[in-house]
Structures are given as structure tokens and as C-alpha cells.
């Protein structure tokens, strides 16, 4: 509807409306499925590196920071371009504003990158001391023995709080029930969890039985367990008529019903099967499929829980 028109400009001035449709879409799921590995490869590689010997683990001092440092770039790249005016960004760290969850989200996840970039460093000159060797960075890396093990707690600090402020930015949107800051923050940490550890499990050839073991129940405790928090809310959510009718659009019959059960299938309920198998008979090529799947199913469930409330009118 138009308001007025101003003729010195023949600007045309109108009335604000509600955006139609979906406005965080794959770009945000691709988002958060980065971040979850991201962080979820460092709260779980930490968990095997103070747990087993390094002979339980090789290479896991390199790969689990440089892993990390991926899927973190590819979880800012997103992010950034998802964004209208990308080189506003910059305002975040000029003028910071540390009242909002999104200024102290992007001041953590900086630092956390950049520590894990240093991880990365010191873990990969140390698993290939051929790489740098007579080069200045190589030597000064190489003299600061322990530097990896000072680090790495502060890491581990940061990780929690960057995989929860995706889940608190949600919330902070009061008129979708659905993202509610308890529930979301515990589905991030179980995403975070599930991801780690399906995606160092195709790290983990030589590892030993005790790891692989290890990494078959860290996966299948957080499938389990985000699992059940998905069929409480899908089955018990009686908190309001918002609620309910976001709700509709993945009941049998709604439009994303099925990529939703898809998701519950392929990601949950098929791999706890497996992963029953993997601890009863050490069939560990069955522990790579349920990790797979539970990274495709992760990607299916996170999409859907993400587009549904915004599929409902503010107004």
C-alpha cells in the first residue's frame, strides 16, 4: 500500500509489510551443521586426547584441530554470505556492541578460530617435521614444547559457548515458540556432540578398539538422547496454538513432514540400530555407515526445525 509520494524525488514511499516465506534458509542449516562439527570435533577429540595414549590415537594431535579449522571457515563463509551487506561485519569488531548475543557469538567464534588455527599449526609441524624445517615459524613452533597442551583447555572453553549462541540468537525471536533458548542450546551441544564424533570416526582407521568403542557410544548417547527431545516436542508440545501449528508442518500430511521423518530415520533411528550392532559384534564398517548417516540426518532434522516457524505469519 503506498503512503505518499514525494515528488521532488518521485521516490515512492510504502508501508512496511512482513517478509513472505523462509529468510534464514539453507544457507543458516549449512550454518549451524558446520559450526556442529566444528565444535563438536574439539569437545569430543579432547575428551579421546586426555583419555588414551597417543598410540591409542595417532594423529589425532593434527587432525582434530585442522578438521575443526574447515568446517569453522566454511561455517563463517556461510554466515557471511548470508549476510546483505557482508562489509558491515566489519562494525562487529569496530563498534561493538556487547549487549547483543550476535556481537559476542562473532567475538568468541573469532578467537576460537583463530586458536584452533594455531592448534592446527603445531599439530601438523609436529606430525611432519619435514614441513618447515629450516623456516623460522617451523623452529619457533618447535622450541615452544607444551604450547599445544596450554592451549588447548582454552580452546575447549570456547567451543562450549560457540556451538550454544546460535541457539540464544533463535530465541531471542519471541514469536517462535518453537526456538525456545533450553531446549534449542541442548539440541546445538547433542548436534555438536553427534557430529564430532561421526566425523572423526572417518579419521579413525588405526585407532584402537577402545577409541572406535569410545566414538560408537559418545554417537549413539547423543542420537538417543536428541532423539527423544524431538519426539517429546513433536508428541507433548501443547505449549501454545504457535506451538501446535508449527508443529503441523511436519504431522503426516504437512509439507515438510517428509524430510522430517526422513531425517528421523536415516539420522536416528536406523543408526541406533547399527550402533547397537558396532558395541555387540566390533563391526566397525557398520560404525562408518551410522556415522554417515547420522551426519546426513543431522543436516535433514536441523533444516526442518529451522524453515518450520518461519513458515507461520507474525501478523
Known amino acids: 500500500m503506498v503512503e505518499s509520494t514525494i515528488h521532488a524525488t518521485q521516490a515512492v514511499v510504502?508501508?512496511?509489510?512482513?517478509?513472505?516465506?523462509?529468510?534464514?534458509?539453507?544457507?543458516?542449516?549449512?550454518?549451524?551443521?558446520?559450526?556442529?562439527?566444528?565444535?563438536?570435533?574439539?569437545?569430543?577429540?579432547?575428551?579421546?586426547?586426555?583419555?588414551?595414549?597417543?598410540?591409542?590415537?595417532?594423529?589425532?594431535?593434527?587432525?582434530?584441530p585442522t578438521v575443526s579449522f574447515v568446517a569453522l571457515n566454511v561455517f563463517l563463509l556461510f554466515t557471511l554470505l548470508d549476510l546483505h551487506q557482508p562489509l558491515r561485519m566489519i562494525n562487529i569488531f569496530l563498534h561493538p556492541h556487547f549487549t547483543s548475543a550476535i556481537t559476542v557469538g562473532a567475538w568468541m567464534a573469532t578467537l576460537f578460530t583463530g586458536l584452533i588455527t594455531l592448534l592446527a599449526v603445531i599439530g601438523i609441524l609436529d606430525a611432519f617435521p619435514?614441513?618447515?624445517?629450516?623456516?623460522?615459524?617451523?623452529?619457533?613452533?618447535?622450541?615452544?614444547?607444551?604450547?599445544?597442551?596450554?592451549?588447548?583447555?582454552?580452546?575447549?572453553?570456547?567451543?562450549?559457548?560457540?556451538?550454544?549462541?546460535?541457539?540464544i540468537i533463535m530465541a531471542e525471536a519471541s514469536a517462535r515458540e518453537l526456538w525456545q533458548a533450553p531446549g534449542e542450546m541442548t539440541q546445538m551441544l547433542l548436534a555438536a556432540l553427534m557430529a564430532g564424533s561421526a566425523t572423526l570416526i572417518f579419521f579413525a582407521f588405526d585407532w584402537?578398539?577402545?577409541?572406535?568403542?569410545?566414538?560408537?557410544?559418545?554417537?549413539?548417547?547423543?542420537?538417543g538422547v536428541s532423539f527423544t527431545l524431538y519426539m517429546g516436542e513433536y508428541f507433548f508440545s501443547f505449549k501454545s496454538s504457535e506451538a501446535e501449528a508449527t508443529l503441523a508442518f511436519i504431522h503426516l500430511g504437512g509439507s515438510y513432514s517428509?524430510?522430517?521423518?526422513?531425517?528421523?530415520?536415516?539420522?536416528?533411528?536406523?543408526?541406533?540400530?547399527?550402533l547397537i550392532n558396532v558395541l555387540k559384534e566390533e563391526?566397525?564398517?557398520?560404525?562408518?555407515?551410522?556415522?554417515?548417516?547420522?551426519?546426513?540426518?543431522?543436516?535433514?532434522?536441523?533444516?526442518?526445525?529451522?524453515?518450520?516457524?518461519?513458515?507461520?505469519?507474525?501478523?
Open 208 to 223: 584402537s578398539k577402545k577409541v572406535k568403542n569410545n566414538l560408537a557410544v559418545i554417537l549413539l548417547l547423543a542420537i
Open 14 to 64: 510504502s508501508l512496511d509489510v512482513p517478509l513472505p516465506g523462509i529468510i534464514w534458509g539453507w544457507m543458516i542449516t549449512l550454518n549451524m551443521w558446520a559450526k556442529s562439527i566444528g565444535t563438536g570435533v574439539i569437545l569430543v577429540g579432547a575428551f579421546l586426547f586426555y583419555r588414551y595414549k597417543n598410540e591409542d590415537i595417532p594423529s589425532l594431535r593434527w587432525i582434530m
Open 258 to 274: 517428509i524430510e522430517f521423518w526422513s531425517a528421523m530415520i536415516i539420522g536416528f533411528v536406523i543408526p541406533i540400530f547399527l
Open 283 to 315: 563391526n566397525y564398517s557398520l560404525l562408518r555407515i551410522s556415522a554417515v548417516m547420522a551426519l546426513i540426518g543431522l543436516y535433514l532434522a536441523k533444516d526442518v526445525w529451522l524453515k518450520i516457524p518461519q513458515m507461520l505469519p507474525l501478523s
Open 130 to 167: 619435514n614441513i618447515l624445517r629450516h623456516h623460522a615459524i617451523g623452529r619457533t613452533v618447535r622450541e615452544n614444547n607444551g604450547l599445544y597442551e596450554k592451549l588447548l583447555p582454552f580452546v575447549i572453553f570456547l567451543a562450549i559457548p560457540v556451538t550454544l549462541y546460535t541457539a
